[in-house]
């Protein structure tokens, strides 16, 4: 039997062979399934936040950095360990063997400059939720702000092709449901790993459904171009995350307890706008006190 080739580039070079045919069968299939239900049916998931396997756990420059305390928190904050492991397995098989090839096939067929709008064409539908996630969370300077991006970008900037308003200085603040839900105080409960939607936590499994709906892929009510952008989603942002999942590769760790502890410290970072509290852990729970 021969060996699966592990690089990128070669299984860049690979694709054009019938063999990854039945995996883009099988995605766009599931698309169709999922993307594809009347508006009045329309299901709390999808296929679209695949890219979540890997679009929360983008390692810190220097991944030996991480604290030996956010593995003791990590380990109370993971009660369902054995199924969240079981999980993960799943995702990381369906990233190898589906979703990476075909990310490989995109870097490689299309432009980068291409590639460049399609990312702001998502980010800055993106921002239109964080506008209203930010208003919910009574910060509203920066839902004002959010809301002038969106504005700004969708008409002077093609739709959002072109992140005009970047360049200008307008910063964007990105906001979840997940994020609102623990402003208004509600713990942030197990880590939780979400079969094709990757890490994730109890309050952010149910602010989901509303993340969900509120994104591109759900957004725009037609059957017929939804699996179109679910599909362009997916390859966009795993494509945006090919070095981060490398730097993974390389870390001589359990993948699995990294992933997650990173995890937990960047949702606990991003609840607190990057100014947590001290005696805080990376579950949200108070610190244990120490003998001085």
Wanted: proline share 9%.
């Amino acid at each position: 039997m021969t060996a699966r080739p592990r690089s990128r580039r070669r299984a860049a070079t690979a694709l054009p062979g019938r063999a990854l045919l039945p995996g883009l069968a099988l995605l766009l299939g599931l698309v169709l399934g999922l993307g594809a239900a009347p508006a009045a049916a329309q299901p709390s998931s999808g296929v679209a936040p695949i890219t979540r396997i890997l679009d929360t756990i983008e390692p810190p420059a220097q991944p030996a950095a991480v604290e030996e305390d956010d593995s003791t928190a990590g380990q109370r904050a993971d009660p369902w360990e054995p199924f969240n492991r079981a999980m993960w397995r799943f995702n990381q098989d369906l990233d190898q063997g589906l979703v990476l090839p075909w990310t490989d096939a995109y870097v490689t067929l299309v432009p980068e400059v291409a590639r460049i709008g399609i990312g702001n064409f998502f980010a800055n539908a993106q921002d239109a939720w964080s506008a209203v996630n930010n208003l919910l969370q009574g910060k509203l300077e920066r839902s004002v702000a959010m809301t002038m991006r969106f504005a700004v970008n969708s008409t002077l900037g093609a739709f959002g092709l072109i992140d005009i308003a970047t360049a200008v200085g307008m910063e964007r603040t990105p906001e979840d449901f997940g994020q609102t839900l623990g402003v208004w105080g509600m713990p942030a409960g197990p880590y939780l790993v979400l079969p094709l939607f990757g890490p994730s936590t109890l309050r952010d499994a149910i602010g989901l459904p509303l993340d969900l709906m509120a994104s591109p892929y759900y957004a725009i009510n037609d059957a017929a171009f939804r699996p179109a952008t679910t599909v362009l989603g997916v390859l966009n942002t795993r494509s945006q995350l090919l070095g981060a999942s490398e730097a993974l590769d390389a870390i001589a760790l359990d993948k699995y307890s990294f992933v997650r502890d990173v995890f937990l410290r960047r949702r606990l970072n991003q609840l607190y706008d990057g100014n947590p509290p001290e005696d805080l852990d990376i579950d949200g729970r108070r610190k244990p006190p120490t003998d001085e």
